[in-house]
């Protein structure tokens, strides 16, 4: 039979944690983002138990897109990448897509096109990725008007760099270059918010808001958890403890003898590691619990297998689950242990685990 390691999905706590965003996001209207396979949870089942809320979802590409259509999904799907191919646009407008346009290759695209999609513009206001400079706006705008296109625009676009730090000043910054930018088309929609920027006291939101990680219970925030934000965690990460001893003072565990017993101490070997998408940087003294007990990783971890310290847990027994990250253990802990953030540790679990929901 297969191992028992599993990360397991609560539906209930995703639609928990997107009717928080609603509520975060006032007036505006909120579209789900779900790329990257749903943040690790698999899009499908993620649009899925949101389809009857969500009026809208955003992905990074159109083959996930594909994957929202594939599961039976009508709602209009941004893609905030826009296209990567001129032969996408046909797609977009089969599909209902609307991607997102970024970059003057793309507006040659739609000007060489017969159909238009419903579309977006992105107004790069100091992220510096994607977006046309807010000078270079209204000669964008003749474009789409000689080309007939201004019945598909759909609004403007911009991304915060800095919305998950409460000390910097940049989002208030972005926010007026891109109310600058964008007043002249007042009649256009706007869209801004990520996840951290609906927790910014007063930060405007505008038509619709695009939460991210925090549908997932996963921490926008800089120095706070999900839980302290009132997020509930979706994802139970779960792995067997397959044996127990005793490693004797003086006596090390694992690759490089990364860690040495200094008094006797009963150890556990847990089948998860970096084979399966837990960080391989999460050393010595990063949490994880077994019975409703936390308790600490020592050593390395391993592609297979990770150990443990069950100084803590004197009960537990070879076959029992231990907790990686869900209830007990935040995963915005453990990525603070491996130096890292969650959106990583979320993202990152393989396929080898069976995604199970409950």
Not at 45 to 64: G, H, N, Q, T
Not at 325 to 336: H, I, L, P
Request: net charge negative; charged share 20%; proline share 6%.
């Amino acid at each position: 039979m297969p191992r028992s390691t599993i990360a397991h999905i609560d539906l209930d706590a995703l639609r928990t944690n997107y009717r928080t965003a609603c509520e975060r996001a006032g007036s505006a209207r909120v579209m789900a983002v779900v790329k990257a396979d749903g943040y690790g949870h698999g899009i499908a089942r993620i649009a899925s138990a949101l389809a009857d809320v969500a009026p809208k979802y955003a992905v990074a590409c159109i083959e996930e897109a594909f994957a929202i259509r594939a599961a039976g999904h009508t709602q209009p799907v941004v893609l905030l990448q826009g296209v990567h191919a001129a032969d996408d646009l046909a797609d977009c407008v089969e599909s209902q897509f609307e991607p997102v346009l970024h970059g003057v290759h793309q507006l040659k695209w739609m000007e060489q096109g017969s159909h238009l999609p419903d579309f977006w513009l992105k107004i790069n206001t100091g992220m510096n990725r994607l977006g046309f400079w807010p000078d270079d706006l209204p000669a964008v705008m003749a474009r789409l008007e000689k080309m007939n296109a201004f019945a598909r625009l759909q609004g403007f676009v911009s991304h915060f760099a800095c919305a998950d730090d409460a000390d910097s000043t940049m989002t208030s910054a972005q926010t007026a270059t891109f109310e600058t930018a964008t007043s002249p088309w007042p009649s256009l929609m706007k869209s801004v918010g990520n996840s951290a920027a609906h927790f910014i006291p007063g930060q405007p939101l505008f038509d619709w808001s695009r939460p991210g990680i925090m549908l997932y219970g996963g921490s926008p925030i800089a120095g706070k958890t999900g839980p302290e934000l009132g997020l509930e965690p979706v994802m139970t990460l779960e792995a067997p403890l397959i044996t127990t001893r005793t490693v004797r003072a003086g006596e090390s565990v694992g690759y490089g003898a990364a860690w040495v017993a200094e008094r006797d101490t009963r150890m556990g070997m847990v089948a998860i590691g970096y084979g399966d998408g837990y960080p391989r940087h999460a050393g010595t003294d990063t949490p994880a619990a077994i019975n409703g007990r936390r308790i600490r990783l020592i050593g390395r971890v391993s592609m297979d297998m990770l150990a443990v310290d069950l100084s803590n847990a004197p009960e537990a027994r070879e076959g029992d689950l231990v907790e990686l990250w869900g209830r007990t253990v935040g995963v915005d802990e453990v990525a603070s242990c491996a130096g890292t953030i969650s959106y990583e540790l979320l993202t990152g679990i393989t396929s080898r685990v069976p995604r199970i929901c409950r």
